[in-house]
Nanobody
């Protein structure tokens, strides 16, 4: 099992920025893709972004393209999500996730973090 620890959530005004971090530990040799999902109140959890651990290839939800950027630090087993131009509709609990491949990441992650709250105030 892979343990995922998120940090960096908080309260920000519309148009502001936040950076989330997710550190992976445990059986990380089974993990080749990591990224983020989010869940807003009363809504289902949705895919946000994923990154291939080896190639750096990325995939983004249309709703965040051009505003969010994912990156990784292989030495630290950590991925980062830089969120710019935040909107009220970005308010959600953000969950770090891990999967065997980027191809399956958006549909069937294997491991989840505990979540971190992001609130965008207008």
């Amino acid at each position: 099992q892979v343990q995922l620890i998120e940090s960096g959530g908080g309260l920000v005004q519309v148009g502001g920025s936040l950076r989330l971090s997710c550190a992976a530990s445990g059986r990380t040799f089974r993990t080749y893709a990591m990224g983020w999902f989010r869940q807003a109140p009363g809504k289902e959890r949705e895919f946000v972004v994923g990154i291939d651990w080896n190639s750096g290839a990325t995939t983004y939800a249309d709703s965040v393209k051009g505003r969010f950027t994912i990156s990784r630090d292989n030495a630290k087993n950590t991925v980062y999500l830089q969120m710019n131009s935040l909107k009220p509709e970005d308010t959600a609990v953000y969950y770090c996730a891990a999967a065997r491949t980027l191809a399956v990441f958006s549909t069937t992650p294997a491991d989840w973090g505990q979540g971190t709250q992001v609130t965008v105030s207008s």
